[in-house]
């Protein structure tokens, strides 16, 4: 991973991401990792398409799911943009979304599109099946 080598490097920024930050809660390396002019293309409900819109959710879903962590199954770059296939998992602990903790395990997919800049992540791009992920809580009924 050089600069001889954008992709990979690119790759490296977006899975410390995901496996330090999102899955370690290292909040001091999120500062590091993202640009502070980051923008977030498919913000989820409630937050801001920021910097600290993507903090707060970071931090939201760790205080849900205190175990939270995902299972990178690929990931393909070109150039500076990281497409990353993942699936989430953890343990309900925490309020999410206004339900109350169930104790329940939750596993969702992502995809998600990440651009790297200098080093550091500028933009983002992604599709989560939260669908699935409230049904697993409870908060929707079961598909038939």
Do not use: C
């Not at 790759?11 to 410390?16: D, F, N, Q, S």
């Not at 398409?49 to 199954?73: C, M, N, Q, S, T």
Request: net charge negative; glycine share 10%; no cysteine.
């Amino acid at each position: 991973m050089s600069e001889n080598d954008p992709s990979a490097a690119a790759k490296a920024v977006v899975r410390r991401n995901t496996e330090e930050v999102q899955g370690g809660g290292d909040f001091a390396l999120f500062d590091e990792l993202f640009a502070d002019d980051f923008l977030d293309h498919t913000p989820q409900p409630g937050r801001t398409p920021d910097k600290a819109g993507a903090r707060e959710l970071y931090r939201v879903l760790r205080e849900a799911f205190p175990d939270f962590r995902a299972d990178i199954h690929w990931q393909a770059a070109d150039g500076n943009l990281v497409t990353t296939y993942k699936t989430y998992h953890g343990t309900h602990r925490g309020e999410f979304f206004g339900i109350a903790p169930t104790g329940r395990s939750i596993r969702f997919d992502t995809v998600d599109a990440m651009r790297v800049r200098d080093g550091k992540i500028s933009e983002h791009w992604g599709v989560a099946n939260l669908f699935s992920l409230m049904q697993q809580l409870g908060a929707l009924p079961d598909a038939v």
